[in-house]
């Protein structure tokens, strides 16, 4: 099993940033991908950024150029750095682990972007 605990959410004006970071009960080295997804009022929850043991990394589209994911071994926790942030990224974020075949999430934390 693997438990997830994320930090870091908040409100911030456009353009503002943000760091999400979410810690894992275990070591990331043995947890195959993870990842932040959001979900908005009224919306499905989406892939926001994903990186993968090797360390390769996915980012949705409207993500890309804006987001970063990264992870710190030796603290077992990984992180999303949001730069220019607009409206439409006020979301619940949730880590997600995929270990063992299954999927593990955190609680979630609330980004709200507003002026």
């Known amino acids: 099993q693997v438990q997830l605990v994320e930090s870091g959410g908040g409100s911030v004006q456009p353009g503002g940033s943000l760091r999400l970071s979410c810690a894992a009960s275990r070591s990331i080295f043995s947890i195959s991908a993870m990842g932040w997804y959001r979900q908005a009022p009224g919306k499905e929850r989406e892939l926001a950024a994903r990186i993968f043991n090797g360390g390769s990394t996915n980012y949705a589209d409207s993500a890309k150029g804006r987001f970063t994911i990264s992870r710190d071994n030796a603290a077992n926790t990984i992180y999303l750095q949001m730069n220019s942030l607009k409206p439409e990224d006020t979301a619940v974020y949730y880590c997600?682990?995929?270990?063992?075949?299954?999927?593990?999430w955190g609680q979630g934390t609330q980004v709200t972007v507003s002026s």
């Open positions: 997600n682990a995929f270990y063992q075949f299954n999927n593990y």
